[in-house]
């Protein structure tokens, strides 16, 4: 089993920028598709952006493109969420995921088998 830690997370002005980090222990995720996904007070789990095993295929929910990027180093098994223009609304607590193995990426929470405890980011207006 894959066991996942979030950190980077914290308090940032609107505008502002953070990165967030996702480690792996347990077993090698080279061959996993990661994603991050949110969720805010009272809201459903949504999708931030998945990347698939090889970093060639990578997937971003309508309201962060072009403002975050996924990335993944599969030699240091960390997944990483660049976060820039960030808006309250991006307000959230945020979760790395994985599914083992696949093709591509997916943005269905119900794809993924493995979830980190998460980490709260907080944007002020």
């Known amino acids: 089993q894959v066991q996942l830690v979030e950190s980077g997370g914290g308090l940032v002005q609107a505008g502002g920028s953070l990165r967030l980090s996702c480690a792996a222990s347990?077993?090698?995720?080279?061959?996993?598709?990661m994603g991050w996904f949110r969720q805010a007070p009272g809201k459903e789990r949504e999708v931030v952006a998945a990347i698939s095993w090889g970093g060639d295929n990578t997937y971003y929910g309508d309201s962060v493109k072009g403002r975050f990027t996924i990335s993944r180093d599969n030699t240091k098994n960390t997944v990483n969420l660049q976060m820039n223009s960030l808006k309250p609304e991006d307000t959230a607590v945020y979760y790395c995921a994985g599914k083992a193995g696949g093709r591509g990426t997916t943005a269905a929470v119900y794809d993924y088998a493995y979830w980190g405890q998460g980490t709260q980011v907080t944007v002020s207006s």
């Open positions: 347990g077993r090698s995720f080279s061959r996993d598709v």
